[in-house]
């Protein structure tokens, strides 16, 4: 069975670019959630989406946005990009909402802004 | 929304001995409270999770207590070994059906078992 998988794996990107990222939760499970992991911060929870719907948000400005396919894959959009945005993202997956069997995560994309 | 603590912060221990790691929350309405471990330049994986309904839960050398009247839960692992050192994040919820804030998670704990 595969895991969740994430592309790219690493990114770079300029200041006031945006970026696109992906996420492919395991087969049969239809809830993503998405974070942010950085030193100073830790894991920082974004959104979940379930089903197709943004089911919860994180405290992000609204530059961060995302949605979810009919297939459950899941992409994340940051427009306007930040410095401050250099982080992980990781994206995990579970076969419910709420996931109360736990989340697998991914690798993660490394997104570095130059 | 939750409020997690975790401590320590980092956690020295010698190979053999045990570890525990303390997790305090806010929400009283939590009702499932899970522990992951992150390697280093690793994905977090779920190591072990309790629900409300149970105190206490064991998987080998691993296990979670849970006081829901004090708002703490910790996590105990016996006779460490080296490929225990990583980064340990509690991520307490509420799972009320009615929708979730999405996990929280602690601020990590760094266990490093030392030879």
């Known amino acids: 069975k595969a895991g969740v998988t994430q592309t790219p794996r690493y990114l770079i990107k300029t200041r006031g670019q945006q970026v696109t990222l992906s996420c492919s939760p395991i087969?049969?499970?239809?809830?993503v959630s998405w974070y942010q992991q950085t030193p100073g911060q830790g894991l920082q929870f974004l959104f979940e989406y379930f089903s197709e719907t943004q089911r919860n948000k994180g405290n992000f400005p609204g530059r961060f946005s995302g949605r979810q396919f009919s297939n459950s894959r899941s992409e994340m959009n940051v427009s306007t990009l930040e410095l401050g945005d250099s982080a992980l993202y990781l994206c995990?997956?579970?076969?419910?909402?709420?996931?109360?069997?736990?989340?697998?995560f991914g690798s993660g994309t490394r997104l570095t802004v130059v | 929304g939750e409020n997690v603590e975790q401590h320590p912060s980092t956690l020295s221990v010698q190979e053999g001995d045990s570890a525990v790691i303390k997790c305090t929350y806010s929400?009283?309405?939590?009702?499932?409270f899970p522990w992951y471990k992150q390697e280093l330049g690793k994905r977090p994986q779920l190591i072990i999770d309790?629900?409300?309904?149970?105190g206490e839960k064991k998987d080998q050398r691993i296990a979670v207590t849970l006081n829901k009247t004090a708002k703490h839960f910790s996590l105990h692992i016996t006779e460490t070994q080296p490929e225990d050192s990583a980064v340990y994040f509690c991520a307490p919820n509420m799972y009320s059906g009615g929708g979730a804030d999405g996990l929280t998670f602690g601020k990590g704990t760094h266990l490093i078992i030392q030879p």
């Open positions: 929400d009283s309405a939590s009702n499932y």
């Open positions: 995990a997956s579970s076969f419910s909402y709420p996931g109360t069997e736990g989340y697998t």
């Open positions: 309790i629900r409300s309904n149970v």
């Open positions: 087969s049969g499970h239809r809830s």
